[in-house]
């Protein structure tokens, strides 16, 4: 199956013909959901131009949910259930999901979560059109309380080479894909397995291991999924900065430690990666300075992080520039003007990377391998 050989952007994916139905198995991990759990599987059920069933997994809840997930299993065919007699976890609850899968596609769809109508004949046609392509991911729209209207109409689609998109998020070091608008291949799944036990990570370093052994595709203009927020949620709960830093800095230990350890690009993209989360802790802390918000303790837990990867006074240049912060007294240089400047100036790019983001599915323009950091 030959991969893409550079990025495509086309308008020329037409949606599949009434004589071909792509089959694709949702797995539903379920924690105390009940009261979501109807929804997310009627945007399932409801999907139009595909073969879908459903696997819900509980994970020994303590709510209604398992009662709520046999009753749906009761009244639809294409829905079954497995349950846990001991709390596992999200990534164990996935996993054991990915055992019954039978479906050519793979969507993992926390229980509070939901499918937009379309979305996964809109992701299929994609993935039939170039086989390359081991998973396809789209626009979510984050929500509280009700869901809101959603964009149906696609205005591009986009395949990047595999390597390519993950060289680029190495350099980046950030996740672009939230999780509910990601349609996987079942066959580069089960090539490069299920997710591995990462506290907040885990789908991050899922998405980056596919990339290495297949290409990456997106539905662009169309909202592909929509994203529950509420108090409960993983993805709400707040994690801070340095925590984050480390769970990404994971995510890619993870990963090389792995089959992409192995591929001939991975000490390159193990450089990109390390630098970046480098780099990211020292504008952390040149942007906590700025503000006036920094102490001594933060400062150095995020130089630690830094120093880990490279030296200080190594080439990032995020060492000189807080070194010079450093030369000045905390409380002095928030007052500086430049410095104000400086906090603004980052505060306009990172709402730039996410307009960017809103529209194209990354954070900037990709840039070939050889390329090093800056």
């Keep these: 199956m030959r991969s893409v050989e550079r990025t495509l952007r086309t308008r020329a994916v037409r949606p599949l013909g009434a004589g071909t139905r792509p089959s694709v198995t949702v797995v539903i991990p379920c924690f105390n959901y009940g009261r979501f759990l109807p929804d997310a599987v ?119 080479p595999g390597r390519q998109w993950l060289g680029d998020r190495c350099r980046d070091g950030y996740n672009v894909i939230t999780a509910p608008e990601v349609l996987m291949r079942t066959s580069v799944v089960e090539r490069v397995g299920g997710q591995m036990p990462l506290a907040h990570t885990h789908d991050m370093e899922m998405w980056l291991r596919m990339a290495a052994f297949s290409d990456i595709g997106r539905v662009g203009g169309a909202d592909q999924a929509w994203h529950r927020e509420h108090a409960a949620s993983l993805s709400s709960r707040k994690v801070d900065r340095i ?25 390159t993209l193990r450089c990109l990666a390390q630098r970046a989360i480098a780099r990211d802790a020292l504008r952390e802390a040149c942007h906590l300075l700025d503000r006036g918000k920094a102490t001594e303790d933060v400062l150095e837990r995020l130089v630690t992080i830094a120093g880990e990867v490279e030296p200080a006074g190594g080439r990032l240049r995020g060492w000189r520039q807080l070194e010079r912060r450093r030369a000045l007294d905390i409380d002095r240089v928030s007052s500086r003007p430049w410095y104000v400047a400086a906090a603004l100036g980052r505060r306009l790019r990172n709402e730039l990377r996410y307009l960017h983001w809103t529209r194209t599915g990354v954070y900037g323009p990709s840039r070939p391998l050889s390329a090093g950091p800056r």
């Design 42 to 160: 009627e945007s399932v059920l409801t999907q139009e131009g595909v073969d879908v069933d459903v696997v819900i997994v509980d994970d020994c809840s303590t709510d209604n949910s398992l009662a709520i997930a046999r009753a749906l299993a009761a009244r639809h065919p294409a829905v079954t259930v497995l349950a846990h007699t001991v709390n596992q976890g999200p990534v164990a609850t996935f996993n054991d999901g990915l055992e019954r899968v039978g479906g050519e596609f793979l969507v993992r769809l926390d229980a509070d979560d939901l499918l937009t109508p379309g979305s996964l004949a809109r992701s299929t046609a994609l993935a039939y059109a170039y086989p390359s392509v081991g998973l396809v991911y789209g626009h979510p729209r984050h929500f509280e309380g009700k869901p809101p209207a959603h964009r149906s109409r696609v205005r591009s689609w986009t395949v990047w």
């Design 243 to 267: 925590k984050d830093l480390a769970e990404r800095r994971a995510a890619f230990d993870v990963l090389f430690s792995g089959p992409v350890g192995v591929i001939p690009e991975a000490p």
